[in-house]
């Protein structure tokens, strides 16, 4: 069995830096892409960033420039960097990890963490 857990939300001023982490865990092969989704009050689920096993990375332009993704390999982990942080970023955050086994393929997400801005 696969578990991701986040960690690393809170509550920050507006300008402020919080770091997220989200490690997976279980009898795992190796991963594919790890992304960072958030999904703020009354709002559809958004794709905040993207990152590929290589390390090639996507981000929505709302946060170009202020959020870094990042992950370890070794460890089945992603990360997320973000700077500058708006009261518009507030919002549950979620990863997404692409689990590869012998034959198979999986999604697997984690169960959320809250990111509060305040200005």
């Known amino acids: 069995q696969v578990q991701l857990v986040e960690s690393g939300g809170g509550l920050v001023q507006a300008g402020g830096s919080l770091r997220l982490s989200c490690a997976a865990s279980g009898r795992i092969s190796s991963t594919g892409a790890m992304d960072w989704y958030r999904q703020a009050p009354g709002k559809q689920r958004e794709l905040v960033a993207a990152?590929?096993?290589?390390?090639?990375?996507n981000y929505v332009d709302s946060v170009k420039g202020r959020f870094t993704i990042s992950r370890d390999n070794a460890e089945n982990t992603v990360y997320l960097q973000m700077s500058s942080l708006k009261p518009e970023d507030t919002a549950v955050y979620y990863c997404?990890?692409?689990?590869?086994?012998?034959?198979?393929?999986?999604?697997?997400w984690g169960q959320g963490t809250k990111v509060t801005v305040s200005s």
């Open positions: 997404h990890v692409e689990v590869l086994f012998i034959s198979e393929r999986r999604d697997y």
């Open positions: 990152i590929t096993r290589g390390g090639s990375t």
